[in-house]
């Protein structure tokens, strides 16, 4: 099965922020980040409480890191309805030059934990798409 994954919003740690996956047919699943979410997360790494630096270095893996989460829950709550163990994911660059960071999170997210075996690859999603998604979803 081909599933693209795109995002909605310039900044994960921005309101309205929105990872949205799909696939050919009709599975479309996203998450919409809320202002109290980003305040939390943002208090959080503020005080140190995450492993991550505080430094732009630190926050970007925070970010990547928050993005694969999301992207493993989205393929939870949907696991029951993958016909084929076997993914295609179509992600969009969203976090270019954290493109193994991604990879090795989900390894261990999508792969270890739901048994789900993917390929990735890195493309540009048309705005389009994203833009039918959310109103879909």
């Known amino acids: ?10 900044d994960l740690l921005e309101k309205d ?10 599975i479309i699943r996203g998450y919409k980040f809320d202002e109290k979410t980003i305040q939390v997360i943002k208090a959080r790494y503020g005080e140190g409480r995450y492993r991550y630096k505080i430094s732009s270095q630190g926050k970007a893996f925070l970010k990547v890191r928050i993005y694969c989460i999301i992207i493993y829950y989205l393929f939870k709550d949907i696991s029951e309805k993958i016909k084929y163990k ?6 969009c660059r969203d976090f270019q030059g954290h493109e193994k960071d991604i990879k090795s999170n989900l390894i261990s997210l999508l792969k270890d934990r739901l048994g789900l075996l993917f390929e990735m690859r890195y493309v540009k999603l048309l705005k389009v798409l994203m833009q039918i ?3 879909t979803s």
């Open 1 to 10: 099965m081909d599933f693209e994954i795109d995002v909605s919003g310039s």
């Open 133 to 135: 998604n959310m109103h």
């Open 86 to 91: 076997k993914l295609v994911l179509n992600i």
């Open 17 to 26: 922020y929105t990872i949205v996956i799909a696939d050919n047919n009709d």
